[in-house]
């Protein structure tokens, strides 16, 4: 589990493809003595898991459906990258609870300043909109952020000054990339509203049945 504020941007080192998977090695100023084998490091959003450990460097393994679901495999050398060690039970929630499972992608469709902000805008398949919510929650390549407005598929955020330099957000350009994990909330909302293999949806009718209307 992570909260979305982003502890470094790393480097990638070398990603290697192996068929559909991939090896990431990825440089970093976190501290890696710190870090063990088997660890959970979100990188731009999505959770892998550490298997090899360098000097200022960690290695982690890309699965296939992580490589269909996120922008990773694009990824080159000196690429900057997002980073998120797991938290503790004793960390701050300074942002909101993020599962790192990347649920796909949003390109950028529009850049603007206002103010301090840079308003950026994204836009998401029809499948992932329903999920994202005005003043909702919502994390973009790992970064948690407030949605400011949502119009059909597409939701803006702004993004403030130190966030803009301290991930890779700042140097984002209209057409680019982005992996997003909306709300865990929603989407288990969704799935008891729906019921499951022999339990009732949850409706206005089954409402008025029991009394709650």
């Known amino acids: 589990m992570f909260s979305g504020i982003i502890e470094d941007v790393g480097r990638v080192r070398r990603m290697e493809r192996r068929g559909e998977s991939a090896r990431l090695d990825v440089e970093t100023k976190l501290p890696v003595t710190e870090l063990r084998l088997g660890d959970s490091v979100a990188v731009s959003g999505a959770c892998l898991t550490v ?44 942002g909101h609870l993020v599962n790192g499972h ?43 952020l407030t949605v400011n407005a949502v119009r059909g598929p597409e939701f803006s955020v702004a993004v403030i000054p130190f966030t803009a330099a301290e991930t890779t957000l700042g140097g984002r350009r209209v057409g680019d990339r982005v992996n997003v994990e909306t709300d865990i909330i929603g989407k288990y909302v969704e799935r008891f509203l729906r019921g499951a293999p022999g339990v009732p949806e949850v409706d206005e009718a089954l409402l008025a049945e029991r009394g709650f209307a």
Do not use: H, M, W
Not at 59 to 88: F, H, I, K, M, Y
């Open 102 to 144: 990347v649920e796909g992608t949003a390109e950028v469709t529009a850049i603007r300043r206002e103010a301090n902000a840079i308003l950026l805008t994204f836009r998401v398949s029809p499948a992932l909109a329903r999920y994202v919510v005005e003043k909702g929650c919502i994390a973009v390549d790992g970064v948690s």
């Open 51 to 94: 298997v090899a450990l360098g000097e200022r460097s960690f290695t982690v393994d890309v699965s296939p459906e992580t490589l269909r679901r996120t922008t990773l495999g694009e990824l080159r050398p000196q690429d900057p990258v997002n980073l998120e060690r797991a938290l503790r039970l004793s960390d701050r929630l300074g």
